[in-house]
């Protein structure tokens, strides 16, 4: 039998929570694996991967948010055939910011990306994704949670399973940490987040070196790959047993939403061409740098940062 080139194109997907930031003064399309999903595809022109499927798993409302936030994704080249549109309104997150420049954030509860319903389409994609990054705050309805865990573990054997783990409470328990570890084969974390993957590991970090706690979490959940970004800091790179370590690009900062997503993007184009693990922490630290001088979290990646 024939494979298309269609057929054997890496197809990448993004999976869980669409939604808007709403900001004093408006709206700013948002939601990680949404943002992850538009990174990975700016950035695939740039890399030996240029010929990359991107897909977008989540769900909007039958909304002008919704329609939006299509639009947003069809600019960038992620396929919405498989988003589901339901009666339930877009997700939103109200952001207020104190005179001190402080934001705090509430999010709107029942959102359209709570509700995702098990679907053929959803079945026939998942089976032919060879990388799909989904988080924790997407797993905040049960409803959804089940149409997530179900997709990642339809996902073929060879599939780079990435959780980002972006943890934002009160939206995640133990057991959806836990659960998504199991299923994942790469693991996103940022410095605030690996103590409590460590002590879900059974491992203290305070009486550890970073370096020993990344491969605990490793051997515990067979991860091969773990990626730890520290910000000003920069990175750490855990796969195959070895480490690379990397600075931060300096920069001037606009702000830094969609860094760390888009750091996750550059990371997953990486392994999937084979590139070298210390060329994909430094570029992808370098991507990620440049996202934060940009307004927004999804800025086109410019040529110079071909990988």
């Not at 408006?26 to 939601?31: L, N, T």
């Not at 080249?77 to 005179?99: F, I, M, R, W, Y």
């Amino acid at each position: 039998m024939n494979v298309s080139a269609e057929e054997k194109r890496p197809v990448i997907v993004g999976l869980g929570e669409v939604l808007w930031d709403v900001f004093p003064d408006g709206p700013r399309f948002g939601g990680a694996p949404a943002n992850y999903a538009c990174s990975v595809a700016s950035l695939s022109s740039l890399s030996s991967l240029s010929q990359v499927d991107v897909f977008m798993v989540g769900g909007v409302g039958a909304d002008d948010l919704g329609q939006r936030a299509i639009e947003e994704f069809r600019t960038r080249n992620v396929n919405t055939s498989v988003l589901q549109t339901t009666e339930k309104p877009t997700g939103v997150v109200n952001v207020a910011v104190d005179p001190h420049g402080v934001a705090s954030y509430e999010f709107a509860a029942n959102a359209a990306w709570d509700n995702l319903q098990w679907t053929a389409q959803l079945q026939t994609l998942a089976e032919r994704t060879t990388a799909v990054c989904f988080g924790s705050l997407g797993q905040r309805s049960d409803e959804s949670r089940s149409v997530m865990l179900q997709f990642v573990s339809t996902t073929p054997a060879h599939c780079l399973r990435i959780f980002d783990i972006n943890l934002r409470p009160p939206f995640y328990t133990n057991d959806i940490i836990v659960e998504s570890l199991k299923l994942a084969n790469v693991l996103k974390l940022n410095d605030d987040e690996l103590p409590v993957v460590a002590a879900l590991s059974g491992e203290d970090s305070s009486s550890l070196s970073e370096d020993e706690v990344l491969r605990k979490i490793a051997e515990r959940w067979s991860l091969q790959t773990i990626a730890l970004t520290r910000g000003a800091e920069g990175a750490t790179l855990f796969h195959d047993g070895d480490l690379w370590k990397c600075s931060a690009v300096s920069t001037s900062v606009v702000d830094t939403v969609g860094a760390g997503d888009s750091f996750t993007a550059a990371m997953t184009l990486g392994l999937l061409a084979g590139t070298k693990p210390n060329r994909i922490c430094e570029h992808a630290c370098r991507v990620a740098a440049y996202v934060c001088s940009q307004p927004g979290a999804t800025p086109a990646i410019p040529s110079d940062l071909r990988l």
